[in-house]
């Protein structure tokens, strides 16, 4: 109704868009249109994107890199940019930051830390304009959005190619639509090359992972295995609520009802909310699983005491972030192959293939299957769960 009222409205419209990816029914195309659409609007009502650049054109000089957004704080998305910053390549790039965030926190200090004073700019308040000559003026080559169609972006920025080349990466699971942003980083794991969704970018597949993890300096210890002190295995997932649809409801409910005593730990800031944690409730009700099996639980107050969580409670569930932190703290991750492929792209440099399941009925390799036979198998868990955390070497170092 408020894009009926305000077409040009940029939250409403972009939050519908981040909306699209989250529901099953919706077929990729469609939801690449929506994109396109949104791209081909907002794209006239910033302005004429700029043809020419002031760049030196030299070739013995260090490339400028610049990455815009507005998550350099303790959010996801510092997690993956860290080791891009901290290992970079100093005589072959020279990085400039364009910081969008009102919030700034010991994470941004660190990132502030990595470069020259000149070179980090917080451009929170700016016009599309004024950011766009700022990063013209510091003849950036190539310039990285960080955020997609999530909060506080900058896409009106990069509308306006304010750098020669532009590509998109980490914050969006999806294209922008926007024609002026040439290339998208991903690898053959999360968009493989048969893949039938469609982008406004030109996709870069990299070889291996395309992120790379970098943890919180204070992590907990991987604690022994729950479910031996407590006489039952808990499922968890600390997804956003947004992606636990009504399909995905029904297939953890199946995998409750074939693993008899067991939980299910969810954690999410909604959760804050009474009316949030009813309907939840409910939702699991209709298959027949009773509140008594739900753990539902909203914020954690520091970084430590949310990685602390999974030594109480969880093992398996799939996402991005999350996924690596599990990885981390010995918990096993499950990612079902319907569902978006971050999480498959994340297990399967670890070496735990195993765990990338069909969604499907309870056969071999389905989710249900490896979820129940994990949950039948303690011993040779409590095994697995201490050593897991040393296989995240494998993508937590640059």
Not at 168 to 196: A, F, H
Not at 200 to 219: A, Q
Not at 245 to 272: I, M, Q, T
């Amino acid at each position: 109704r408020c894009i009926e009222l305000s077409p040009s409205s940029k939250n409403p419209s972009q939050n519908r868009l981040l909306a699209l990816n989250y529901l099953s029914t919706v077929s990729p195309r469609l939801v690449f249109e929506a994109h396109a659409a949104w791209a081909d609007r907002f794209a006239r009502e910033v302005g004429v994107p700029f043809t020419t650049w002031p760049n030196l054109k030299v070739t013995n000089r260090p490339l400028r890199i610049g990455y815009i957004g507005p998550d350099f704080f303790h959010h996801s998305v510092s997690f993956f940019l860290h080791a891009l910053l901290e290992h970079r390549n100093k005589d072959l790039f020279e990085v400039f930051i364009y910081s969008n965030s009102a919030r700034e926190d010991e994470k941004t200090e660190l990132f502030k830390g990595m470069l020259p004073a000149d070179h980090w700019n917080k451009v929170l308040g700016q016009t599309s304009q004024q950011v766009a000559d700022l990063i013209r003026a510091d003849q950036v080559d190539i310039l990285i959005e960080l955020a997609g169609h999530t909060a506080n972006n900058r896409l009106d920025v990069i509308a306006l190619k304010p750098a020669p080349v532009q590509f998109t990466y980490i914050g969006y699971n999806n294209s922008t639509g926007l024609g002026s942003i040439d290339y998208r980083i991903v690898d053959e794991v999360v968009d493989p090359l048969d893949t039938e969704q469609p982008f406004s970018e030109e996709l870069v597949r990299i070889p291996g992972c395309f992120l790379c993890y970098t943890p919180p300096l204070k992590i907990p210890d991987v604690a022994p295995l729950p479910a031996n002190r407590q006489g039952f295995v808990t499922f968890g997932s600390f997804s956003c609520l947004a992606k636990v649809g009504d399909p995905c409801v029904a297939l953890w409910a199946r995998v409750l009802h074939e693993v008899p005593g067991s939980r299910l730990l969810v954690k999410n800031k909604g959760f804050y909310s009474t009316d949030v944690q009813a309907t939840f409730f409910n939702k699991f009700k209709e298959h027949g699983i009773a509140e008594h099996r739900l753990k539902l639980m909203s914020l954690a107050t520091t970084s430590f005491d949310h990685l602390n969580i999974y030594n109480e409670d969880t093992f398996p569930y799939s996402n991005t972030t999350t996924t690596c932190e599990a990885l981390l703290m010995g918990v096993k991750s499950l990612a079902g192959k319907k569902s978006t492929l971050l999480g498959m792209m994340l297990l399967v440099p670890v070496a735990v293939d195993e765990y990338v399941a069909k969604v499907g009925t309870l056969v071999q390799g389905s989710f249900d299957y490896v979820a129940v036979r994990l949950a039948g198998d303690l011993r040779n868990l409590l095994v697995e769960i201490m050593t897991a955390a040393e296989h995240v070497v494998v993508f937590v170092k640059a």
